[in-house]
Every structure is written in structure tokens, then in C-alpha cells.
């Protein structure tokens, strides 16, 4: 029968709890600041650690991590709070994992079948020019939901995953220094990687390296309903890299209120297929002169469908070769134009967004993105709703655009 452990009425700590339990327990934490560490022996070497997980036990913070945190104290060589290898199963829930001191890691998981972590708090982790400050995973299926990552520093600020399939759901990261998440694998054949509704806010490059929301590569890659504000790339994709063996989807998304960037906002590339739809992006930049701003999709074709792209700056908005399944989308205001042939369902119209200087990007009752104003089959158009009243501004289709002209040169013809 699953038994569980109370730290500290049981154990005075995490170790001495989580070495009594076996496989199915829960060591369930009281609120309080734990800084105990230990060194114990791997294969090759030795860790320092506070926590050393045990396959199938779960590991719980009783009150959340708001009370509960696990501090890395100065370890006297590179340590982690969290060491989980070799393990079946674990569940890592309600911690705070925080430190002052440089040098040290969040977590570090490998060589595992299944972890969790879940309503996590990693916060001000710098390992100094290495990846994944938050977590860092290897050869590992992880799973990560409701999960914060703030004011992490390194190569890659807060995860790290190679390797695995890999599940992240409902995480927020604000104000990290270097590329937020880096997902990717060796051995594409079977991965998936699924990322969803999660926020990347005010992510910067740090001194050890990229900038940028999120990298993920695998051999099935889905990236939906995610939102990114406020980053800044001079180095590679702003918002988000997409690359998958197989299928590519990147749906939902909104990236708003970057920097310039030297890349593409959402760059999506697959093997098999590129699907790229109701995402709204506003304000890309791209700085070397390279086409899509926006969205590039590579050399293949893809359907880009029901996008909303505004205020692009430095070139074209899109650089893709579209399928027979595109269009719907809405362009305004780009510099350089959409920078694909559009199809008559493409708009060229104002979207009516409700507040864009106070960062609300739905749009008005009378804006072509919504399905009662869109073009025929089209649907909503953008990744975000109605959201306020109307603005008179007409909207036309590309087609009804090309009609106008044709009328109106017909009419200077006649005079």
C-alpha cells in the first residue's frame, strides 16, 4: 500500500524521506526554506545535490511553491537542487527552486522513462554559460505544465530537453537572459514535441548566448495557442523555430511587441508537411534583409492559412511557397508587402484591433478577422477574438481589392 512521508514531522529532510520511500510513495513537503545538500557517488564522478529523486516516488510540496523552495546554497563545486537519473517514473510538484549563488542548476534529469514537473517555480538561476538553468534534460520522455521560469540566465535560460518525447502545457517565462526553451532530438524517427499555451514575456540575449522564446526539433512538432511579447534576438529566430522530420504545426499563436530581430518571428519547417494557421503576429522586424518577417516556412511548400500579420518592418511578411490550402489570411500595414501571391480569401484591410498600445490585440466587431466579416470558408482569421465594440473601416478581400482597381482603371479608361 502507497504510504506517504512527511518532511520535516517524519524526516528532518528531503533525502532522508525520499531513501525511506519505495516505489508508489509521495514525500509530501511541509512550507519551508530547505537548503540541505548532499554528495553522493555516480558512475565516474560524484553530485552535489539537494534532492536525489527516487524511481516511482513522488515528490510534493504541500502548500505550493508560493511557501515551499528549495535554496542552493554554495555547494563548494557545481551543483543542482533537483537530481533525477535513471528513473522509471517521478513526480516533482509545489517547489520553488532558487539560488544566489552562480554556477548551479535548477534541475538535472536524464536517462529517465517518464518525468514530471509540474507548478514549479525556477527563479533566478544562472549555471553560467551553460543550458537549460531551470531544467535540464537528457534522453528523457519530460513533461512540464503550469511551470514558471523568471529571471533565469544562460545559453538556454530555462530548458534544456535532448532527447525524448516532450510535453510542456501552461508555463510562463518572464524577463530570462538567453533562449527560453530548447527542445531537440538525435534521433528524430519517433519523437513528438508538443508546447501549448504557454508565454514567453521580455526574454533578452544573455552574454553566453541566443536570445529568442523557443527552438524545438523532433519528428512530430505541434506549437499552439503560445504567446510571445517583448524579446528581443539579434542573433537568430525572435519568437519561435519550429523543425520536424515529419509534421511541423504551429497554430494559435500570438508574437507582438519585439525587437528587431535577425530572424523570423515563427519559422516552420517539416519534412512531411508545414502547417502555419490563426496565429497574429504584429511588428516584425528583421534586420539582415532576409525575406519573412513574419513567417518562413524554408524551400517546401505549406498551407498558411487564417493568419493575421500587421506592421511588418525590413522585408516582406512571409517567405513561403503556398499550398493549394492557403490563404485566409489578413495582411496590413507591412512594409515590403505579404511577399507571396496572394489567393482571393487573402485580405488586404485594417484588422481593427481593440487597443494595440495598451498590448490588446482582438480585434472589433466589424474586423475582417471575425467569421461573420471574413471571406466565404474562411472562419476566424488570427489567433485572438472579438474583443471590443466597432471602428468604421470597410474591409476587402484581395479579390474585391483587384476588382476596385480593375473598375476604377476601367473608369479612367472611359474618361
Known amino acids: ?150 529571471e533565469c540566465v544562460g545559453i538556454v535560460s530555462a530548458v534544456y530537453h535532448l532527447d525524448g518525447d516532450f510535453t510542456m502545457t501552461g508555463s510562463s517565462f518572464r524577463n530570462n537572459q538567453g533562449r527560453a526553451v530548447h527542445t531537440a532530438t538525435l534521433a528524430p524517427l519517433s519523437t513528438t514535441t508538443l508546447i501549448s499555451e504557454c508565454e514567453f514575456l521580455n526574454t533578452v540575449p544573455s552574454i553566453y548566448g541566443f536570445g529568442g522564446g523557443l527552438n524545438a526539433s523532433a519528428r512530430w512538432v505541434t506549437v499552439e495557442n503560445c504567446h510571445v511579447r517583448g524579446g528581443e534576438d539579434d542573433v537568430t529566430s525572435l519568437a519561435m523555430s519550429v523543425a ?17 530581430s535577425e530572424g523570423t518571428s515563427i519559422e516552420a519547417t517539416g519534412t512531411l508537411s508545414v502547417l502555419v494557421e490563426n496565429n497574429t503576429i504584429h511588428g516584425a522586424e528583421i534586420t539582415t534583409g532576409g525575406p519573412g518577417a513574419a ?30 490550402g492557403s490563404g485566409c489570411n489578413v495582411f496590413w500595414d507591412n512594409e515590403y508587402g505579404a511577399g507571396v501571391e496572394l489567393t482571393p480569401t487573402d485580405v488586404v484591410a485594417d484588422p481593427q484591433y481593440c487597443d494595440p498600445a495598451t498590448g490588446d490585440y482582438h480585434v472589433r466587431s466589424n474586423s475582417p478577422c471575425l467569421p461573420e466579416n471574413s471571406p466565404e470558408g474562411c472562419g476566424p482569421i488570427g489567433a485572438l477574438g472579438l474583443g471590443c465594440g466597432v471602428l468604421g473601416v470597410e474591409s476587402k478581400s484581395w479579390g474585391r481589392i483587384k476588382a476596385d482597381y480593375r473598375e476604377s482603371s476601367e473608369g479612367r479608361d472611359e474618361r
Open 1 to 150: 500500500m502507497a504510504a506517504t512521508h512527511h518532511v520535516p514531522v517524519d524526516y528532518p529532510t528531503i533525502n532522508a524521506a525520499i531513501d525511506a520511500a519505495v516505489s508508489g510513495d509521495t514525500v509530501l513537503v511541509s512550507p519551508g526554506i530547505y537548503s540541505d545538500w548532499e554528495i553522493r557517488p555516480i558512475p565516474g564522478g560524484e553530485v552535489h545535490a539537494l534532492v536525489f529523486a527516487k524511481s516511482g516516488v513522488s515528490l510534493v510540496g504541500a502548500a505550493g511553491p508560493e511557501v515551499t523552495i528549495l535554496n542552493i546554497p554554495d555547494m563548494g563545486a557545481d551543483g543542482v537542487a533537483l537530481w533525477a537519473s535513471d528513473l522509471e517514473q517521478f513526480y516533482f510538484a509545489g517547489f520553488t527552486v532558487r539560488t544566489d549563488i552562480l554556477g548551479h542548476h535548477g534541475s538535472l534529469i536524464r536517462y529517465s522513462q517518464e518525468v514530471t514537473v509540474e507548478n514549479c517555480h525556477f527563479v533566478g538561476i544562472d549555471p553560467i554559460a551553460g543550458a537549460g538553468s531551470g531544467i535540464r534534460s537528457f534522453d528523457t520522455n519530460l513533461t512540464i505544465r503550469d511551470c514558471l521560469f523568471e
Open 295 to 324: 513567417i518562413r516556412t524554408g524551400t517546401g511548400t505549406a498551407i498558411v492559412r487564417g493568419n493575421l500579420i500587421t506592421g511588418c518592418r525590413g522585408n516582406t511578411a512571409i517567405s513561403s511557397q503556398y499550398s493549394a
Open 244 to 260: 520536424a522530420w515529419g509534421d511541423a504545426v504551429v497554430r494559435g499563436c500570438t508574437v507582438v511587441d519585439n525587437g528587431p
